[in-house]
């Protein structure tokens, strides 16, 4: 047992530091900041940079190009990525999708799509709800029916998360009607451009325009975007959720957020006094704090245990529940901790360079706001219900 | 970082749970317990031959580890047999020990070797979880000091031969410095035990001093600067109850994880209800959160840090251990509720565990004050 980096992870740690440092824009930075709304520009900025330096897809494998880092190295990069406020990388082409290529697609698939993905040539977004298919994902209706050498797509998608910057979408789709509901869904790569596809927006509750609906009318898809083998689509897709463990836990944002947290709590004042001092406050941060400490180690147990090729286990479903369940806890406790000030809302002060301005201290525009957006991660990626059946599936086999 | 315990440690680990495992049976644990002495010193004898005495001690006073990683892992195995033996005692009283002259740290190879048997008096029945709150007196006279009060829940105090007297030689009750430590043989006059069963099993003492003579020779360190030899054993001790708490609970999942697959009720093992699944999904991660901090207050045991890991570690060990505790009754229903089964026993070791050195409030407020080192 050794809880200090090693020299190796220490060099490693600094080389990133230095990184940011240097090339990560200082005006994109504050915005991350001071949350303001990024636009795709600053995504692709931000895609650019990291590219140019390798560290985009610095955790593939070294034969796809990657560096071959390992959950650890990815950990402690998503760490000092939080810490220093770069934007967060669109997971979808680069995390989600390209697993699956590589382990499944046809290497004509993995040639094309795989450089695309990294100058940012396409912008993917994943196609898995709907909406009769949500924590019950394997319900799912949308068909794809082979018509010579194309499939024609019919039917709805939904909570496609930045959709309306897509060119492209990966979709599970119901290729058979037969057997297990499991067994007839096929995993395809859809144009977006593609006639019979139209993205509707979906304003969420705190309005604003994240997720969207897809609609599929006769969508024609050439069968070479099939991956892998018809009616697969499920084991791959599977192969995806249980293989993805970095980042899960959000280790990274929660240590950026409770600094922000401390900083707001320090600043603001009760009775003449900074509310950090208070005894309740005091007391609901402490816990907090405890439990941050905490799961940075259990996070660092699972990446460790998955560098040396331990299977995974119900500790990753674990880290999904404790790790989104504390950051809504401290989004809870930012928005109290602006008293009568968490009400206002100017939506044209969350721009950058705006000339509206914000109501009350300039930290408080967005934290209502984030408090009622991160509702949602107790809610995606296999909602904490889900996951809590996962662990007592596994460990009880009921 | 590496999470992997050394070879040596594992097998220190594999040695302490084969023990407890073949030769510490819950039954062979009652009798212990409710034997006179409240544990069975032949057992003791055994398991200091093991070696599970000296892994508390560094290699300076005669032992082999000593390492917060030592003494977490020999008492999580302890925690997996609710094992009744002095093991906490002699940690306590033997960590202050060690700060001594060449006179006391050599007694350690007795401790280590399972001959002499040690106890910390320090808690008062006012001092809460102060440590720095010591109403006991000692009064220089001549060659000797004379020791005035009442020692509290001093664990295992009714089987020591030899006990660690903390006193206040000048100052105010709660001032830090002004605590001095002595080294008292229990039979010496003046010093009144009366020992009794704690309500998980285990042995404690209330300790009347009245006019207890000792010589000089038994002061432990430095006059009116014990407080960081007290620290320094509690930090240890709590450490250690930690562990054992995690190993009663990872014994009360497991039991619990084995009935919800076996019990029926309704036609169905009663694991097939979610109502269940969710709770046990739950309490299993709160275990693994109690072992990170549990690891985080091991590995910086002896750095700047140590107090605010320790801390942390207590708090969630008292709020999340609390929970799961609960919860394993809940969940196994009537049967957790009777004296035979032994779930309930792990239950009320995690619970007390609560009451040692500092519970939820206590530790919350700790960290409240500690701010945050790192």
């Not at chain 1, 995390?95 to 499944?104: E, H, R």
């Not at chain 1, 100058?119 to 994943?126: I, P």
């Not at chain 1, 892998?228 to 993805?244: I, P, Q, R």
């Not at chain 2, 290699?59 to 009744?84: A, H, M, N, P, Y």
Request: glycine residues 10%; aromatic residues 8%; contains cysteine.
């Amino acid at each position: 047992m050794d809880l200090n980096y090693t020299p190796e992870e220490q060099e490693f740690q600094n080389e990133i530091r230095c990184f940011f440092n240097a090339k990560l824009p200082k005006q994109l930075s504050l915005k991350v900041k001071t949350k303001k709304r990024l636009a795709k520009e600053d995504q692709d900025q931000w895609h650019k940079i990291l590219n140019d330096e390798g560290y985009l897809n610095a955790h593939w494998p070294v034969e796809f190009g990657g560096k071959g880092w390992n959950a650890i190295q990815r950990d402690m990069f998503d760490v000092e990525a939080n810490a220093a406020g770069a934007p967060r990388v669109v997971p979808f082409g680069l995390n989600m999708l390209s697993p699956v290529l590589m382990a499944f697609g046809s290497k004509q698939q993995q040639e094309h799509y795989l450089p695309r993905i990294l100058n940012g040539t396409d912008w993917w977004c994943q196609g898995y709800s709907e909406p009769g298919a949500g924590s019950d994902l394997a319900s799912l209706k949308m068909s794809a029916v082979r018509d010579g050498d194309h499939y024609i797509l019919n039917g709805q998608k939904t909570w496609t998360t930045l959709g309306q910057h897509a060119n492209m979408i990966f979709c599970l789709v119901r290729t058979s009607n037969e057997g297990k509901r499991q067994e007839g869904i096929s995993f395809i790569l859809v144009d977006m451009d593609t006639p019979g596809v139209e993205v509707r927006p979906i304003i969420m509750l705190e309005g604003t325009h994240e997720v969207n609906e897809v609609w599929f009318t006769d969508v024609k898809v050439p069968i070479t975007n099939l991956v892998g083998e018809e009616n697969k689509g499920w084991t791959y897709a599977k192969y995806l959720l249980v293989h993805e463990r970095s980042g899960i836990a959000g280790v990274g944002d929660a240590l950026a957020s409770i600094e922000h947290l401390k900083h707001i709590a320090n600043d603001q004042k009760k009775d003449g006094k900074p509310l950090a001092q208070d005894p309740m406050f005091a007391a609901r941060l402490a816990e907090i704090e405890i439990d941050l400490a905490a799961m940075r180690t259990t996070n660092m147990r699972v990446m460790q245990a998955a560098s040396e090729g331990a299977p995974p286990g119900p500790e990753v479903s674990m880290l999904k529940i404790k790790g989104t369940e504390l950051r809504q806890s401290i989004n809870d406790l930012t928005r109290r901790a602006l008293g009568a000030y968490a009400m206002p809302f100017v939506s044209e002060a969350l721009d950058m360079g705006s000339n509206e301005e914000s109501i009350g201290p300039d930290y408080a525009n967005p934290v209502a706001l984030d408090y009622f957006n991160n509702r949602k991660t107790t809610i995606y990626g296999g909602s904490n219900e889900v996951q809590r059946n996962i662990i007592s599936k596994m460990m009880m086999g009921l | 970082m590496d999470f992997n315990h050394t070879d040596d440690r594992r097998m220190l680990a594999d040695m302490a749970s084969r023990f407890v495992r073949e030769q510490y049976d819950m039954e062979t644990r009652h009798k212990y317990a409710k034997s006179e002495q409240g544990f069975s010193p032949e057992t003791w004898s055994q398991m200091a031959e093991l070696g599970l005495i000296g892994a508390l001690f560094s290699e300076e006073v005669g032992g082999f580890g000593g390492t917060g990683f030592d003494i977490s892992v020999v008492f999580e195995e302890l925690g997996r047999g609710l094992v009744v033996e002095p093991f906490l005692a002699n940690l306590l009283a033997g960590t202050v020990l060690s700060t001594g002259k060449a006179s006391h740290t050599s007694l350690l190879e007795n401790v280590i070797g399972g001959e002499l048997l040690l106890a910390l008096a320090h808690g008062e029945p006012a001092s809460r979880y102060t440590l720095t709150h010591v109403e006991t007196t000692a009064s220089l006279r001549g060659a000797t000091y004379v020791l005035n009060g009442n020692k509290a829940v001093v664990i295992s105090g009714d089987s020591a031969d030899q006990l660690v007297v903390s006193a206040r030689t000048s100052g105010n009750i709660d001032d830090p410095t002004g605590i001095s430590l002595f080294l008292v043989p229990a039979n010496t006059g003046g010093v009144h035990v009366r020992g009794y069963s704690t309500i998980d099993g285990y042995r404690a003492a209330e300790i009347a001093l009245k006019d207890v003579s000792i010589s000089t020779d038994a002061l432990i360190g430095v006059e009116g600067e014990g407080l960081a030899a007290i620290e320094k054993a509690t930090a240890n001790g709590t450490l250690a109850v930690s562990a054992e708490a995690l190993g009663a609970i990872e014994m009360g999942i497991e039991m619990t994880l084995e009935y919800l697959k076996t019990r029926k009720q309704f036609g169905v093992p009663i694991g097939k209800f979610q109502a269940l699944q969710h709770r046990m999904a739950d309490i299993m991660g709160e275990r693994e959160q109690i072992r990170s901090a549990l690891i985080n207050a091991a590995g910086y045991l002896e750095t700047g840090e140590r107090d605010w890991h320790i801390s942390a570690l207590k708090n969630l060990v008292g709020r999340s251990g609390r929970m799961i505790a609960e919860e394993t009754i809940q969940m196994h229903g009537g049967i957790a509720m009777t004296w035979e089964y032994a779930v309930g026993h792990f239950a009320k070791r995690i619970i007390m565990i609560d009451h040692l050195f500092g519970d939820v409030d206590h530790h919350l407020a700790q960290i409240i004050k500690l701010g945050r080192a790192a």
